[in-house]
């Protein structure tokens, strides 16, 4: 039972270059995420996903674009990335979106651009 | 806009002592306060949550208090153990609006043998 898959782990970039992170799950949920993890700020929404065919921006999305490929996966995309896009980067699923959803998470993306 | 607030930013605490983690939120819709585990180089995990109608809940050595009127919710760790040391954060959410979770800052919490 994989759960929520994330590639690739690691990944170093150079300013300007782009690249998409790959998300999927095989827990059948509708709604998908992606967070970013920073150094004393927590996890912050970049984009949603509340059902197959939707996304919504989060409290970060500038900079990035996502696509909801189908209903097991979910891509985040850096056209041009920038030195402050260097975080971890989560997706993560549920059930449905709203109160007492669980979310799950994968167990990241650590992205470094220089 | 910091909309759920967490302190201490970090935390240690002797084996066997209680761990207390605090948490306050703005924003009134919210509905859903869970808290999640995260030890280093894996994904954030569900720990323990509570909806507003109810002022504790308490899960094995994990208990959740809640106080509605003051906006804040902390978790308590009783009879800490090294194997608790990980990084906690509170979050919320609410079933309108942008229905996703709103994440603290985390609390690095080191349990010290």
């Known amino acids: 039972n994989a759960g929520v898959t994330q590639t690739p782990k690691f990944q170093v970039l150079k300013t300007g270059q782009s690249m998409t992170l790959q998300c999927a799950q095989d827990?059948?949920?509708?709604?998908m995420y992606w967070y970013r993890q920073d150094p004393g700020m927590g996890l912050r929404l970049i984009y949603y996903?509340?059902?197959?065919?939707?996304?919504d921006k989060g409290e970060v999305p500038n900079g990035y674009n996502v696509s909801r490929l189908n209903k097991r996966e979910f891509s985040l995309r850096l056209e041009s990335a920038a030195p402050s896009q260097t975080s971890v980067y989560f997706c993560?699923?549920?059930?449905?979106?709203?109160?007492?959803?669980?979310?799950?998470f994968g167990e990241g993306s650590w992205l470094t651009v220089v | 806009q910091q909309q759920v607030k967490q302190s201490p930013q970090s935390l240690i605490v002797q084996k066997g002592g209680i761990s207390i983690i605090n948490c306050a939120y703005e924003n009134t819709a919210f509905d859903y306060f869970p808290w999640y585990q995260q030890f280093p180089g894996k994904g954030p995990a569900l720990l323990i949550a509570?909806?507003?109608?109810?002022s504790e809940k308490k899960e094995g050595r994990f208990t959740i208090s809640f106080n509605k009127s003051a906006k804040q919710f902390s978790l308590h760790i009783m009879d800490s153990q090294p194997g608790d040391s990980a990084t906690y954060f509170c979050?919320?959410?609410?079933?309108?609006?942008?229905?996703?979770?709103?994440f603290g800052s985390g609390t690095r919490l080191q349990v010290q043998p």
């Open positions: 509570i909806r507003p109608d109810v």
């Open positions: 827990m059948n949920h509708n709604s």
């Open positions: 993560a699923s549920s059930e449905a979106g709203g109160a007492g959803n669980t979310i799950y």
């Open positions: 996903s509340a059902s197959e065919g939707t996304t």
């Open positions: 979050a919320a959410s609410a079933d309108t609006g942008r229905r996703a979770l709103t």
